[in-house]
């Protein structure tokens, strides 16, 4: 019983260390897309961030609770109908836990 034990918490932290190996990918995919546009004669906006589509995919999940990363709730705001993580309207998506 105690060997069950062992291997099955060994099983969670391998999964949960997974988890954040890909949150940490996602994001690192992000900032290799994100391109500054060159100023010409004046400030100029920022191109916005982009996700590659075949990273994630719209699965009914509406809250950042249900986020594992900023560039996941990017996607989801930008590409999902339904959501509720940008309850001032600005744009960023779950200030207050992934993208501060």
């Known amino acids: 019983m105690k060997r069950v034990i062992i291997i099955v918490l060994v099983g969670l932290l391998a999964w949960q260390g997974y988890l954040k190996y890909q949150a940490s990918r996602a994001e690192n995919l992000v900032r290799q897309v994100s391109v500054d546009v060159e100023p010409s004669s004046g400030p100029s906006p920022r191109?916005?961030?982009?996700?590659?589509?075949?990273?994630?995919?719209c699965d009914g999940r509406t809250h950042c609770s249900q986020m594992r990363s900023?560039?996941?709730?990017?996607?989801?705001?930008?590409?999902?109908?339904?959501?509720?993580?940008?309850?001032?309207?600005?744009?960023?998506?779950c200030e207050q836990q992934w993208c501060k």
């Open 47 to 57: 191109k916005s961030e982009t996700v590659p589509s075949d990273l994630f995919k």
């Open 70 to 93: 900023c560039a996941e709730a990017r996607f989801f705001l930008q590409n999902c109908p339904g959501v509720k993580m940008d309850g001032n309207n600005d744009g960023i998506p």
